[in-house]
Structures are given as structure tokens and as C-alpha cells.
């Protein structure tokens, strides 16, 4: 009788490689959410009506619709638009949109309406004198934008960046539908395959909470570093 905790030999480097990979789509889809959320941001912090009104709908939409639905509509609708083009010049059949690519920037897109808010929010919390007082010094935007924006921002923005990271992570469980081996898909291959899903999955549930812990304890590093000299 196995363990509840040991998988049968050799599947142990599968997970892993599924591991690696649910890594790697989460990893991607937080840093093109980030660019999304910094112009998301920007957009509301400092743009006309209309680049607010975009900024607005983008929020608004990515953050009603199902992220499931994201991940198809773009896997498959990108799918379609190659194929299209791909008949343009005399080619035949369906061409799939890359996997991993169309996984990595729908749940990048869905993040980022997450980032736009904690950017915004963060940004507004810099207190204005601060902000004051390196104008009043003669720093250039430029080097007020690198010395005292972005560090004060981060500052704000990473306990909510660490809620946003924690959702992208099992946000990656998704893009299996988009043909991505990762943890959870391997982790269901293995379960049929040896008829042991409590294993499997407790398993699985294990790695999950192994890969969440040795981030939030970036995060926190992360936090003190950015936090050096403020008073608590």
C-alpha cells in the first residue's frame, strides 16, 4: 500500500518538471501584468478623460470576466487569426497559437488590471511633501522618478503585489486548456494514470504551498528592503 505522501518511482520528476513550468507561466504572466499595470496606472494617475476612460473598461472588464474565459478567447481567437493569415498565402489546415505564449499573456492581461489598481493605490499613497520636496531641491523627473517614486511606490505596492502573485500562481493551473503540461495537468495525468489521486493531488497540494511559502518569503525580503528608513 503506498504512502499518502510518496508517489510511485518516477513520477516524482515529472511534477517536478510541471512544477518548473507552472513557475515559469506564473512568473511571466506577473512581469506582462506589471507593464500592464503600470501604463493601467498611469493612465488613471495622469492621463486625459479618454485614456481614463480606457483604463477604466480595462479594469473593469478583466476584472468581471472569468479568467478561464480570457485564456480561451485569446488561445483560441489568436489561433483562428493565424490560421486566417496563414490561408492568405496559400496554406492549408489550422495553426495553433503557441501554448505557453497565449497561457503567459492571457493571465498577464487578466493580472494586470489587478497591478493597475495597486500601482494607483500606491502611488497615491506617497505622502505630497515628499514628492514637494524633491522638486524643491531641483531633482530632474527623471532622477525623481528613479530615486524617490519608484522605491516609495514599491514600497506601498508589494504586500498587494504578493495577494496579485499568490492569484497568478493558481491562476497557471489554467492554461492546460491551451495544451501546457504543468503542475496540476501532470499532476491529473499521473492520478489516471496510476489510479492514486489522493497521492497525487496531496502531493501536488504540497508542492503548491512549497512554491507559496518560498515566495512570500521573498515578498517579505522584499518588503524590508524597500521599507529601510521608514518608521513603522
Not at 518511482?9 to 501584468?33: C, K, Q, R
Not at 485569446?74 to 492549408?92: A, E, N
Request: with cysteine.
Amino acid at each position: 500500500m503506498n504512502s499518502i505522501i510518496l508517489i510511485p518511482p518516477g513520477w516524482f520528476p515529472a511534477l517536478m518538471a510541471g512544477a518548473w513550468m507552472t513557475i515559469l507561466v506564473a512568473l511571466s504572466g506577473f512581469f506582462i501584468g506589471s507593464i500592464f499595470g503600470v501604463l493601467g496606472a498611469w493612465a488613471k494617475i495622469s492621463g486625459g478623460r479618454a485614456v481614463r476612460g480606457l483604463a477604466d473598461g480595462y479594469t473593469t472588464v478583466l476584472r468581471g470576466v472569468p479568467d478561464l474565459l480570457v485564456i480561451y478567447l485569446f488561445y483560441f481567437g489568436s489561433s483562428v487569426l493565424i490560421t486566417s493569415l496563414f490561408g492568405l498565402f496559400g496554406g492549408h489546415g489550422f495553426v495553433s497559437f503557441p501554448g505557453f505564449l497565449a497561457g503567459s499573456l492571457a493571465i498577464g492581461i487578466c493580472c494586470g488590471a489587478q497591478h493597475t489598481e495597486v500601482f494607483r493605490g500606491a502611488y497615491q499613497a506617497i505622502a505630497t511633501g515628499e514628492l514637494e520636496a524633491a522638486i524643491a531641491t531641483g531633482m530632474s523627473r527623471r532622477v525623481r522618478f528613479r530615486r524617490i517614486i519608484v522605491p516609495l511606490t514599491l514600497r506601498h505596492a508589494i504586500p498587494g503585489l504578493g495577494n496579485v502573485w499568490q492569484v497568478v500562481l493558481k491562476e497557471s493551473a489554467l492554461v492546460s486548456v491551451t495544451g501546457i503540461v504543468e503542475l496540476m495537468r501532470q499532476t491529473q495525468v499521473g492520478a489516471g494514470s496510476t489510479g492514486l489521486p489522493f497521492n497525487f493531488y496531496v502531493t501536488a497540494a504540497a508542492i503548491y504551498l512549497a512554491i507559496s511559502s518560498v515566495s512570500s518569503w521573498c515578498l517579505h525580503f522584499a518588503e524590508r528592503y524597500y521599507s529601510r528608513g521608514a518608521r513603522i
